[in-house]
């Protein structure tokens, strides 16, 4: 596993790039949920990686608050 440390700034800044990323990609599917000849197996594509990405974000945001909230569980290196 390898481990990526960021400060908070910098963690928050993904997560505010992934959820407008969420918002675009949510603009899309009802762009082509409206449409009158759109292809259901687009559709279907982009709300599975809609979803997929949506569980994503959720596990970064839990992890980061228990790392942030038990700070001895971050590990140490050289020590």
Known sequence: MAFLFLDDNEAESLLV???EGQAAKLELIENIEESDDYD??????FQAEHARTARL?????????F?????????KFGV
């Open 17 to 19: 790039a992934a959820r």
């Open 67 to 75: 790392s942030l909230v038990d700070a001895p569980s971050v590990p």
């Open 40 to 45: 259901v197996t687009d559709l279907r594509h």
């Open 57 to 65: 974000i959720d596990e970064i945001e839990k992890r980061l608050t």
